[in-house]
């Protein structure tokens, strides 16, 4: 599977399977075997690597421009490195041709997160990303927060590993859902979302609800183009989980303390909660709300509205 | 976390670079990778190790290169280097650190033949 895309087991509803898709345009090199046992050991790229790369066009998307035993002849015959791509040497790095390329490894899903974000900011619509554990009660906030906001034109897309339960569960509530599974994955890439933006084509100056995979570690890397995260913890999860997994707190511009109707019950100490917070991310904003009893609903309803009202007011000059 | 994501990038970034530069092979892939970038190495130099098989990278010597974590002390409003994430600020002893740097996974340089 390519994890990076999701391609292969990732599905967007209404998609089937993501590969193949319009902007699909990072080649995928999965799927085919490049075990085809012709023997050749973990050395082999010095000097006579090029013998061995026949093998490999087999249309995957790296094959077919192999031709590079007419350019790079093999070692030391191409020492010149200011003609070469890397214009640098570097102690240690000899022989060979080094290629400076000072890329970021997820320089794919930041260029997919990018487009997101241009499209986004074309519509005006404010897109928030919802990360949490499991269990956090993101669906049931999300529900009741569609509810509140009455008719406001809104659309969400639903992470998850396996199944629509969550899309079904949004769609009660009559609002535009879809349901991404990831498969394998641990969270949505900026990938998948772009396609279930092409599918759910949000309104102008409406709100984008991604509800990414429950999972406080990797989703913090991934920009998927959203305007801010928003991290959810229930009071049943403990006032140390932002300090076990700073990044996703760190990541995230806004955090709701949710279920803060069970705090008494769990004998959790919302300031705590708090501290931790501020302490991974001193810059923070902070909500105490419950999805059940509607506490705290209408300062999050608030912030919600300013971001969308700050994302669709036409850019002010300077 | 997610090392093997992050091996599909590598290996992406190395056949974009195989199609602009036509190389035969890397034979030594240098990643930096900020202390706070919530990159397991074990599991990368792994996830690699599987991810490159077949690739014009198989076999090569990866080599990761530590970047340090920087934060911005909300107490004093000095830049700091920081080891741990929980650290409290060197110069001031205060807890609110909001990190500003270390987070990085680049692909720095590959030797290539």
């Known amino acids: ?318 | 976390m997610h090392e093997m994501s992050l091996a599909e990038g590598v290996r992406g970034v190395i056949e974009d670079q195989q199609r602009r530069h036509g190389f035969a092979a890397v034979t030594r892939l240098r990643l930096e990778i900020g202390r706070f970038a919530g990159v397991e190495k074990p599991a990368l130099d792994f996830a690699l190790e599987v991810v490159l098989r077949g690739s014009v990278a198989e076999g090569a010597v990866v080599e990761m290169i530590d970047l340090p974590g920087q934060a911005l002390c909300f107490d004093c409003m000095g830049r700091v280097e920081i080891d741990d994430r929980l650290a409290p600020c060197p110069d001031c002893g205060g807890g609110r650190l909001m990190p500003e740097g270390g987070d990085e996974m680049r692909i720095k340089d590959m030797e290539v033949a």
């Open chain 1, 1 to 318: 599977m390519c994890t990076v895309c999701g391609c292969g087991t990732a599905s967007v509803e209404g998609h089937g399977q993501a590969q193949g898709h319009a902007h699909h345009h990072h080649d995928h090199d999965h799927g085919h075997d490049h075990d085809h046992g012709h023997g050749h050991s973990h050395g082999h790229g010095h000097g006579h690597g090029h013998d061995h790369h026949h093998g490999h066009d087999h249309g995957c998307g790296c094959g077919g421009h192999h031709h590079h035993h007419d350019r790079a002849p093999g070692a030391g015959a191409d020492v010149h490195y200011g003609t070469g791509a890397a214009g640098t040497s570097v102690p240690g790095m000899s022989q060979s041709r080094l290629i400076e390329v000072e890329t970021a490894i997820l320089s794919k899903n930041d260029e997919f997160a990018r487009q997101n974000r241009r499209l986004l900011g074309v519509l005006g619509a404010f897109a928030v990303n919802l990360v949490s554990s499991p269990g956090s009660g993101k669906t049931t906030l999300l529900c009741r927060t569609i509810r509140d906001l009455h008719d406001a034109p809104l659309a969400v897309i639903e992470g998850d590993q396996q199944t629509a339960l969550d899309a079904e569960r949004i769609r009660a509530t009559g609002a535009r859902a879809l349901q991404v599974n990831t498969g394998k994955g641990c969270h949505l890439d900026a990938h998948m979302v772009g396609h279930a933006i092409d599918s759910l084509r949000p309104r102008p100056e409406s709100l984008l609800f991604i509800e990414n995979v429950g999972n406080l570690v990797c989703p913090a890397a991934f920009d998927l183009g959203e305007d801010a995260k928003v991290a959810i913890l229930s009071v049943t999860e403990g006032e140390d989980k932002p300090l076990k997994y700073p990044d996703m707190f760190t990541a995230a511009k806004l955090a709701l303390i949710n279920k803060v109707d069970l705090a008494s019950a769990c004998d959790a100490d919302l300031d705590a909660y708090e501290a931790a917070l501020r302490r991974v991310n001193p810059a923070i904003e902070i909500l105490r709300v419950s999805a059940r009893t509607g506490e705290g609903m209408a300062q999050w309803l608030d912030w919600l509205r300013a971001g969308l009202a700050a994302k669709a007011r036409p850019q002010a000059a300077e």
